[in-house]
């Protein structure tokens, strides 16, 4: 069965940089485009960022562009969402999902990301 594993969320200061990480399985990893959706407290579901299957197109909301990169390693099934320059705005629970154009049909249990003094 289909499976999202993400992790490496954690609390950062201002300023800060995070790596997540998200492994997949149960499917071809090669053959999805994959995105980083993210929900803050109270609010709902906002895309972040799209990557492609073989990993040459990305795209990004405005708001992290600039600082996040979104990146994988098909032959490891591993999603990455690299973020610098956190502001405490950036504060949520982050998830990858399968995508196809922009319809997530698969989802992982989520990484909480604070970004706090």
């Known amino acids: 069965q289909v499976q999202l594993v993400e992790s490496g969320g954690g609390l950062v200061q201002p300023g800060g940089s995070l790596r997540l990480s998200c492994t997949a399985s149960?499917?071809?990893?090669?053959?999805?485009?994959m995105s980083w959706v993210r929900q803050a407290p109270g609010k709902g579901l906002e895309w972040v960022s799209d990557i492609n299957g073989d990993g040459g197109s990305t795209y990004y909301a405005d708001f992290v562009k600039g600082r996040f990169t979104i990146s994988r390693d098909n032959a490891k099934g591993t999603l990455y969402l690299q973020m610098n320059s956190l502001k405490p705005e950036d504060s949520a629970v982050y998830y990858c999902a399968r995508s196809l154009f922009r319809h997530w049909d698969y989802w992982g249990q989520g990484t909480q990301v604070t970004v706090s003094s």
């Open positions: 149960g499917f071809d990893f090669s053959s999805f485009a």
